[in-house]
T-cell receptor, first 117, second 114 residues
Framework: GAVVSQHPSWVICKSGTSVKIECRSLDFQATTMFWYRQFPKQSLMLMATSNEGSKATYEQGVEKDKFLINHASLTLSTLTVTSAHPEDSSFYICSAHMTSGGAETQYFGPGTRLLVL | AQSVTQLGSHVSVSEGALVLLRCNYSSSVPPYLFWYVQYPNQGLQLLLKYTSAATLVKGINGFEAEFKKSETSFHLTKPSAHMSDAAEYFC????????????FGAGTRLFVKA
């Protein structure tokens, strides 16, 4: 089946620094990718929809200047957490949307665990 | 707007007993419905999905779910629980007015007692 990778799988950074997380669709092209955030013992919350070649669409309450999304190619979307603070520590999961044979499927990455000290 | 409600944040069953995890959705027709499982410190694994074909959907690991439009439900069942089924389960909906994005329920943690 289709595979989506995330890099890094985990990252620890100091407060105030920026962290970039990559989401790649390894064997298919994805014009649309999604970014989710999951706090401990909670559900996945959609942060934004990443569209190749255009600006991302952010969900209500998500700061677009803090969570920068770039979808520069059909296989790569990046999420940059700018000036990270401890409250940004979370599990970040991306997904890539694929349409094949009239069927639409989302494939999820393995997640990136971010810890801000 | 689409939404998903999972009834019961925790469910505990004995090994070998029936597993029933409840999910109700709100969406315009036709929704796509999913069940995912998440083991501790891991990503999501798709158990099964409903895409307007058969209303009874069979998934991996012996799980199945039935789409009931009249009840707006998509409950997940497994006839006999195994210790390895202990995990967090998420019901999710996409499609309709929500487009491609997936909205997740709050999750249900399944405990399996020996």
């Amino acid at each position: 089946g289709a595979v989506v990778s995330q890099h890094p799988s985990w990252v620890i950074c100091k407060s105030g620094t920026s962290v970039k997380i990559e989401c790649r669709s390894l064997d298919f092209q994805a014009t649309t990718m999604f970014w989710y955030r999951q706090f401990p013992k909670q559900s996945l919350m959609l942060m934004a929809t990443s569209n190749e070649g255009s600006k991302a669409t952010y969900e209500q309450g998500v700061e677009k200047d803090k969570f920068l999304i770039n979808h520069a190619s059909l296989t790569l979307s990046t999420l940059t957490v700018t000036s990270a603070h401890p409250e940004d520590s979370s599990f970040y999961i991306c997904s890539a949307h694929m349409t094949s044979g009239g069927a639409e499927t989302q494939y999820f990455g393995p997640g990136t665990r971010l810890l801000v000290l | 707007a689409q939404s998903v409600t999972q009834l019961g944040s925790h469910v505990s069953v004995s090994e070998g007993a029936l597993v029933l995890l409840r999910c109700n959705y709100s969406s315009s027709v036709p929704p796509y419905l999913f069940w995912y499982v998440q083991y501790p410190n891991q990503g999501l694994q798709l158990l099964l999905k409903y895409t307007s074909a058969a209303t009874l959907v069979k998934g991996i690991n012996g799980f199945e779910a039935e789409f009931k439009k009249s009840e707006t439900s998509f409950h997940l069942t497994k006839p006999s629980a195994h210790m390895s089924d202990a995990a967090e389960y998420f019901c999710a909906v996409s499609g309709g007015t929500g487009g491609f994005k997936t909205i997740f329920g709050a999750g249900t943690r399944l405990f399996v007692k020996a």
